[in-house]
């Protein structure tokens, strides 16, 4: 279990996500788990994944093996990349993908934001991909970090890193799916041409 965010304030696009790994009612925090990081980077983008700790180890090695990082500069990209991943996940991963006959769509399992010079993004279970305008979360402890994200986000003081780790913290004090420390990266929005 995990909660992860991301936020786009003046200029600047970041992420964050707590440490807690969880295994039904054991917690296992950053004090004994040194692989802990639940964000990661590919190419120019940060990537911060909800779900067993498989899929981080999955995505990272699928990534690392291809020839040239994929571009996560729009909706239409990520998606390309999500449906290539889902194939491979099946195939190489064993991706257990069955679930309820009533969806339309298989599922990937898991939940995905990203940050990067272009944007804030978030890639759900069925692939679908969204472009958030100021901040988003996702996770167990979403509901906790969003509200926090409204609250706070139009304080002067706080920059897009400092809401983003504010969101975690939130969520670390009231859902017991999270917990700290926080870890968190800032890019800059691209230059217009």
Same mark, same amino acid.
Do not use: C
């Given at each position: +279990?995990?909660?992860?965010?991301?936020?786009? *304030?003046?200029?600047?696009?970041?992420?964050?996500?707590?440490?807690?790994?969880?295994?039904?009612?054991? *917690?296992?925090?950053?004090?004994?788990?040194?692989?802990?990081?639940?964000?990661?980077?590919?190419?120019?983008?940060?990537?911060a994944?909800?779900?067993?700790?498989t899929?981080?180890?999955?995505?990272?090695?699928?990534?690392?093996?291809?020839?040239?990082?994929?571009?996560?500069?729009?909706?239409?990209? !990520?998606?390309?990349?999500?449906?290539?991943?889902?194939?491979? +996940? *099946?195939?190489?991963?064993?991706?257990?993908?069955?679930?309820?006959?009533?969806?339309?769509?298989?599922?990937?399992r898991?939940?995905v934001? !990203?940050?990067?010079?272009?944007?804030?993004?978030?890639?759900?279970?069925?692939?679908?991909?969204?472009?958030?305008?100021?901040?988003?979360?996702?996770?167990?402890?979403?509901?906790?970090? +969003?509200?926090?994200?409204?609250?706070?986000?139009?304080?002067?003081?706080?920059?897009?890193?400092?809401?983003?780790?504010?969101?975690?913290?939130?969520?670390?004090?009231?859902?017991?799916?999270?917990?700290?420390?926080?870890?968190?990266?800032?890019?800059?929005?691209? *230059?217009k041409?």
């Amino acid at each position: +279990m995990t909660t992860l965010a991301v936020v786009r *304030k003046n200029g600047q696009f970041a992420i964050a996500a707590d440490t807690l790994t969880k295994w039904g009612s054991t *917690k296992e925090s950053s004090v004994y788990v040194t692989n802990h990081e639940k964000i990661f980077q590919v190419g120019d983008s940060y990537l911060a994944i909800t779900g067993t700790t498989t899929f981080k180890l999955i995505l990272t090695e699928y990534f690392s093996q291809l020839e040239t990082p994929p571009h996560f500069d729009s909706v239409a990209s !990520i998606f390309r990349t999500w449906q290539e991943l889902h194939t491979v +996940m *099946k195939e190489r991963y064993f991706l257990n993908a069955t679930e309820d006959k009533e969806d339309d769509v298989e599922t990937s399992r898991f939940y995905v934001l !990203i940050a990067n010079s272009h944007g804030i993004f978030g890639v759900a279970p069925h692939r679908t991909v969204q472009e958030f305008s100021k901040f988003y979360a996702y996770g167990a402890g979403a509901e906790y970090a +969003m509200g926090a994200l409204y609250a706070a986000y139009d304080q002067p003081k706080l920059n897009a890193e400092a809401l983003a780790r504010l969101a975690v913290d939130a969520a670390a004090e009231f859902d017991d799916s999270t917990g700290g420390p926080v870890t968190s990266h800032t890019v800059r929005a691209a *230059k217009k041409k």
